[in-house]
């Protein structure tokens, strides 16, 4: 019989981060292939294409008419059970993307080798760093012509603040691209285009010395000997306790289009990357292998069909283990439930799943009382936190189309932010109504759900707001001091914290220096 224990050390549970079009679809879908989750490469989205994701024609999925967009996979690998957190990566970027990355244990960064560090990467690199997740790197598109792979590294230790050790080093590039050399291995791993559909089987080259590397290499292999002595002088050797703590990233180069590197990647994955990590409640650190059942909610997935209401609440297991028809504690409001239809995500294997282990994901039908933050037991009287609010980046003023239903816009809105669907600030000067989002998606599926379940037609219309941040002050007088003073800039939120709502960025940076006894704060717990 396996112990909670042993499904403890099988599991890795990560999340890719990466700017639009870095590759993020396509990686998935070749670990995916990896994962023998699906036979063929090609079934992940493809945007163009106008293909489903596969997580859209899962079975599950069409039976119960919900659109499950940031899904869950889970697949094995190398004697490993592995987790992969869907992040929305395009236009249904929203506040679930950081969140799910609260509900992770590690996070592979995937890069455009062409373009380096982008935006999108920076914000969510900025969020996995509030838990120090161990982070790996991929450096993808090498079948294009990239940047010089010093330089690229370079750009993330110094952008990203995190420092670099290459594991593979890529051979060429471009249609010249001829392969990587593992660093760990000291073997030459060559690459066949055309192959990107399937498993390769790429020849391997033992030893950087092996006089059949330069028949096969050509040129290439001199300077591949020349820059592996430059990077054991220069480059960061591995340090599996640095990359533990967010500190050092392994980096590994390939193509995702062309399937080469990505089972180099998952290699390091699973031998690295932490099992489910403990997790903080309160006072009270719940380890994985505790042998009841906890677990919290990161996620809640508004559904956009019109006919059904029902949203899913994405639960990840702390602790313990969960079977199907079990009684769990929703500990917020105190009541037992019995759990018998909960969504597990085994791809490929979706029948059999009736149990579910720490690091592990399931979904909880909701009817309006689970929010985000919320702590699931088996009786245990815990609250996780750090689920957090993250300042919102998109501000809209939101009107009635019918001014007499203002009660029930308040109480919509007051509880759509509860759930943590958007977030909701009142100005101190006026009556307005405006509502901050991470992801434009949010804002449609805000007007929505306040259409079909509060029966509130609400439009939205531009204001100036730039960013927001809660203050707070241990120090009362000062508090009031910086009321009087800032009150034009102050709202409230959802839950009634104090909130400087800035017009500019410079704004927010001149009241920052004008009340350095104010702390101004970028996210907030749920
Ligand atoms: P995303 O989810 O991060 O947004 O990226 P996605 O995988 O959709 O990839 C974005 C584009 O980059 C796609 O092309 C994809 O085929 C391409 N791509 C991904 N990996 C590689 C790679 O290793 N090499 C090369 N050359 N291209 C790569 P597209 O034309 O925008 O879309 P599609 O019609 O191919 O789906």
């Given at each position: ?11 890795r549970t ?11 679809t ?18 992940v989205?493809?945007k163009?294409s106008g ?5 859209d ?5 069409k ?12 697949f ?9 957190l869907?992040?929305?990566g395009h236009?249904d ?14 996070c592979?960064m995937?890069?455009d080798?062409a ?5 999108r ?13 161990p ?11 990239i ?19 290459p594991?593979?080093?890529?051979i ?11 660093l ?11 192959m990107g559909?399937?498993i ?20 290439y ?17 591995f340090d ?10 392994p980096?590994?180069f ?6 080469f ?9 699973v031998?690295?990357a ?12 719940v380890?994985?292998t ?10 809640i997935?508004a559904?956009?069909?019109p ?14 283990k969960?079977?199907k ?15 018998s ?20 994901i ?10 985000i933050g919320?702590?699931?037991?088996q009786?245990q009287?815990?609250?996780f ?5 993250f ?8 009107r009635l ?17 509860e ?14 109504l405006?509502v901050?989002?991470?992801g ?9 759900r ?13 204001i ?10 241990d120090?009362e ?12 800039n ?37």
């Amino acid at each position: 019989m396996t112990t909670i224990a042993d499904e403890v050390a099988k599991r890795r549970t990560f999340a890719i981060i990466s700017h639009p079009d870095a590759g993020k679809t396509t990686i998935t879908e070749k670990v995916l292939l990896f994962g023998r989750a699906i036979q063929q490469a090609g079934t992940v989205k493809g945007k163009k294409s106008g293909q489903h994701a596969k997580s859209d024609w899962m079975e599950m999925e069409k039976e119960r008419g919900i659109s499950i967009t940031t899904s869950v996979m889970q697949f094995p690998y190398a004697e490993k059970l592995v987790n992969l957190l869907d992040t929305p990566g395009h236009e249904d970027f929203s506040e679930d993307t950081y969140r799910t990355l609260t509900a992770v244990d590690s996070c592979l960064m995937v890069i455009d080798s062409a373009k380096g560090v982008e935006d999108r990467t920076i914000k969510l690199m900025d969020v996995a760093r509030m838990r120090e997740t161990p982070i790996i790197t991929f450096m993808n598109k090498l079948d294009r012509d990239i940047r010089d792979p010093i330089e690229l590294m370079d750009e993330v230790e110094n952008i990203l603040k995190i420092s670099c050790a290459p594991i593979t080093w890529p051979i060429g590039m471009g249609k010249e691209f001829k392969g990587v050399y593992h660093l760990l291995r000291d073997e030459v791993i060559t690459y066949q285009s055309g192959m990107g559909h399937t498993i390769q089987d790429s020849r391997i080259i033992k030893g950087l010395d092996n006089p059949e590397l330069d028949g096969v290499l050509g040129e290439y292999a001199e300077e591949l000997r020349e820059q592996v002595e430059l990077l054991a002088a220069a480059a960061n050797p591995f340090d599996l306790e640095e990359f533990l703590a967010g500190q050092l990233t392994p980096v590994y180069f390939g193509t995702a289009l062309g399937n080469f590197g990505v089972d180099h990647m998952l290699d390091g994955l699973v031998d690295w990357a932490p099992a489910p990590q403990p997790r903080d409640a309160g006072d009270v650190t719940v380890d994985a292998t505790s042998k009841d059942l906890a677990g919290f909610v990161f996620k809640i997935q508004a559904n956009m069909d019109p006919n059904h209401r029902d949203r899913v609440a994405f639960m990840r297991i702390v602790s313990g283990k969960y079977e199907k028809g079990m009684k769990m504690r929703h500990v917020r409001i105190g009541k037992d439930v019995r759990i018998s239809d909960a969504l597990t995500f085994l791809a490929g294997d979706r029948s059999a799943v009736e149990e579910a282990y720490p690091g592990d994901i399931i979904g909880l039908h909701n009817h309006g009382t689970i929010q985000i933050g919320d702590t699931f037991t088996q009786g245990q009287e815990l609250k996780f936190s750090g689920i957090p609010n993250f300042a919102p980046e998109l501000f809209r003023r939101i009107r009635l189309k019918d001014p007499l239903k203002t009660k029930q816009l308040q109480k919509g809105l007051m509880q759509l932010s509860e759930e943590g669907a958007v977030q909701v600030f009142r100005p101190m000067k006026n009556n307005d109504l405006i509502v901050g989002a991470v992801g434009m998606l949010q804002f449609d599926v805000v007007a929505q759900r306040l259409k079909t379940e509060y029966k509130v037609e609400a439009v939205y219309e531009p204001i100036s707001v730039a960013t927001a941040r809660w203050v707070e002050s241990d120090d009362e007088r000062k508090l009031a001091a910086f009321r009087d003073k800032a009150y034009d800039n102050l709202a409230l939120d959802g839950s009634d914290n104090l909130t400087y709502i800035a017009p500019t960025m410079v704004n927010l940076q001149m009241a920052q220096e004008r009340h350095p006894d104010m702390t101004f704060r970028k996210t907030r717990e749920h």
